[in-house]
């Protein structure tokens, strides 16, 4: 029985890391902050450890008589977040993780970054060799801790190994939560022309990703892009989650144009009063960047084979989304 570490277990597709790795007779260690939501980890046999990434304290501990480490944990986008919360986490954060691995010998470790990282893919599908192009903050610094975990790995021989994923979705998930209520209602109105291609992951495949990334050795210092089988263009995906719910889609579009523009404003009068805004360019930028991806090396070298079609995992993601009583 091996031990396994995943940071930010109380997370979404952390949590259910954790309750995959149990199936498969880890003990599991799960790092978290104090005062962290664990609604997602009720009833899994979860060992608690308690530090934090952006403190200054080491997590040596944590490290503690296990196996291999599943680096998890991380800041993701926050509007009106200085940057340096970003830095502290996700790349300061990561070298403390890393040295606690190294301090005592473990034996693989699998560093969570982000298809971010690679931007705006201007010719799609992009394979792991796709050029960085990040495009605010939070990706820049996920592409800072990425190259710093690819450093560690062969400056001190770590066996390690980078998963990306693309879009996570599933039940547990509550980002496609607007989209699904906008359908639904009958609200929803597409920014752009919809042709925009898009890439996701149910949670269940990218645990399988990351586990072997943790076992298979061909992982050993490889960088993987883990996905589903196929994308979609958003018009697509709109289409499909309308059948879904039962509800037609409007055929309307907005200008891209116009919402960039407003995005811009809202930004400019909320910054200086700190406030949220409620519309931002990164927000509108997903409807305009593409992001589609190839599978195919992890799929030849590990035997990644992604077994839940998007639209069956966008059924349960709704399911789930009814029984919250949020649809």
Known sequence: MKTALVTGANGFAASVLCR???????????????????????????????GNLGGV???TDACSNVDVVFHLAAAYRKENVPPKTFWDVNVNGTRKVLDAAIQNGVQRFVHCSTIGVQGDIKHPPATEDHPFDPGDAYQRSKLEGELLARETFRKTGLAGAVVRPVAIYGP??????????????????????????????????LAQGFILAAEHPNAVGEVFTIGGETWTTLNELAEMIGRILGKPVSRQHIPASLVWAAAILCEAVCKPLNLPPPLYRRRVAFFLKHRAFDISKAKRLLGYAPKIPLEEGLRQTAEWYRKQGWL
Do not use: C, Q, W
Not at 190 to 204: A, D, K, P, R, W
């Open 57 to 59: 304290e080491p997590l």
């Open 20 to 50: 995959k790795l149990i199936e498969r007779n880890y003990r599991v260690r799960g790092l978290v902050r104090k005062g962290a939501d664990l609604r997602l980890l009720e009833g899994a046999d979860v060992e608690l450890f308690y």
């Open 172 to 205: 547990g998930d509550t980002r496609l939560l607007k989209l699904f209520r906008h359908i639904n209602r009958g609200t929803f109105r597409m920014i752009g022309s919809g042709n925009t291609l898009y890439h996701m992951v149910h949670v269940e495949d």
